[in-house]
């Protein structure tokens, strides 16, 4: 999983019927220190992760597996709010 | 999902016959500020979005998961069409 | 899907079973401009591209989802030929 | 896979049911003299990998094959612990 | 696919229990003539590929599609030895 902070949200009316009602979030990638980094995705959350959060990403079909998003064209998710890491 | 702009369209006459009918355009990533990136990715346009519009596009078997792209040789779709972003 | 040109071809005798008759091209990334690009993949052909065509490339399982390529392993097919592009 | 060292674990207690009991670990790329690249990833663990081991870590939806982690909102999983490389 | 050289190999005692049995080669990337780049991944062989063979490696769910692999923990397949190159 990629391990990202939330910066922000995405409003977007127009969008496949199956994503209605889902809440994308704005995940730019954070390195070990939560630094910022240039790249960010769009992930549906799953979770409730709020702005400023660090959260786990999983992409691609993985991205699939949760209630919300079975079946549906979203190839990222917040799966998980990360609480603190440790790092020898 | 990836952020970008509707940037053109391509024309392809010569397909995979399961890709008859499909739109294709070309989306350019976007940073935050909709400013265009180097990269782009040609996607399958399953909500109607034009040229100039900023998107949402889902890669890989996501990209799979709309009625128009179910089973096709596609590994882009344009998911949503963005109205605005909220970053903190 | 990827925009590419087909640049050349690979000869393989020994591959998987799966993989017999199937026809691999080196298809080069280009830009809008069709400028070719340092990155390449090795695609199967289901359309019947000749060198210096421009197409499109799907990957991933996308990249199965063609009568040729089903349930094979291969991650990269060119599922069109580029006519022409639109860009605004 | 991707060659990798683990250099720490992830905590997270808010996270999709499925991932509950799930051991998460930091992965580091290195090169193959073992050396630390920039990039990591966090990967579940179903080896019983410890901090400082040299591991392989599968990606994608094949990160979802293992008896932990199938059908899950996993993209990464640790599937074997290195002894050692042979490189020509 | 992903061309490349087989430049090693990977020991590995300590693994998911579907991956007993199976060679782990290591894969550098090549350009068109052969020389090595600097990313490499770590590929189950399915095709008998020996250190200095150029090969096609097919990479995420696609490295699943062989007899060796089918639904286990792989996401990179030898998939192809390469006897040469047709470059335009």
Do not use: C
Not at 26 to 32: C, F, G, N, Y
């Amino acid at each position: 999983m990629l391990l990202g902070k939330v910066i922000g949200t995405v409003w977007a009316t127009r969008k496949d019927d199956q994503m209605v009602g889902m809440k994308l979030q704005i995940v730019r990638e954070v390195d070990l220190d939560y630094r910022e980094q240039k790249r960010f995705v769009v992930a549906v959350d799953s979770v409730g992760a709020g702005v400023g959060e660090i959260v786990l990403v999983a992409q691609g079909s993985s991205a699939r597996q949760t209630d919300l998003t079975r079946n549906k064209p979203v190839d990222a998710v917040i799966a998980a709010i990360v609480d603190k890491l440790d790092v020898a």
